[in-house]
Nanobody
Framework: QVQLVESGGGLVQAGGSLRLSCAAS????????VGWFRQARGKERESVAA????????YYANSVKGRFTISRDNAKNTAYLQMNSLKPEDTAVYYC?????????????????WGQGTQVTVSS
């Protein structure tokens, strides 16, 4: 089992950058894939990016491709989401999630462990 805590959210102007962190407890973080999801007010939770256990394979939603970068440091039990060129439509609560295994789950239904979320607000 793993527990996740997100941090790094905040208020930023359009065009700015933020880096979100997802700190995991437990000694087996390196065996988990990690996904970042977001949920805007009144909308469904959507996938943003995911990374496999080793960090060698990543997935990005089309809406963030080229602007966001997912990474992980297994020695620090932490995953990151670097967000550049932020747009007002990126405003949402961002969640990290983890799922054990060698694959790269993209769907929220494939993840069993979730953090509490961190708010990202991009002003125009």
């Amino acid at each position: 089992q793993v527990q996740l805590v997100e941090s790094g959210g905040g208020l930023v102007q359009a065009g700015g950058s933020l880096r979100l962190s997802c700190a995991a407890s437990g000694h087996t973080f390196s065996t988990y894939a990690v996904g970042w999801f977001r949920q805007a007010r009144g909308k469904e939770r959507e996938s943003v990016a995911a990374i496999n256990w080793s960090g060698g394979v990543a997935y990005y939603a089309n809406s963030v491709k080229g602007r966001f970068t997912i990474s992980r440091d297994n020695a620090k039990n932490t995953a990151y989401l670097q967000m550049n060129s932020l747009k007002p439509e990126d405003t949402a609560v961002y969640y990290c999630a983890a799922q054990s295994g060698l694959g790269l789950p993209a769907s929220r239904y494939e993840y069993n462990y979730w953090g509490q979320g961190t708010q990202v607000t991009v002003s125009s």
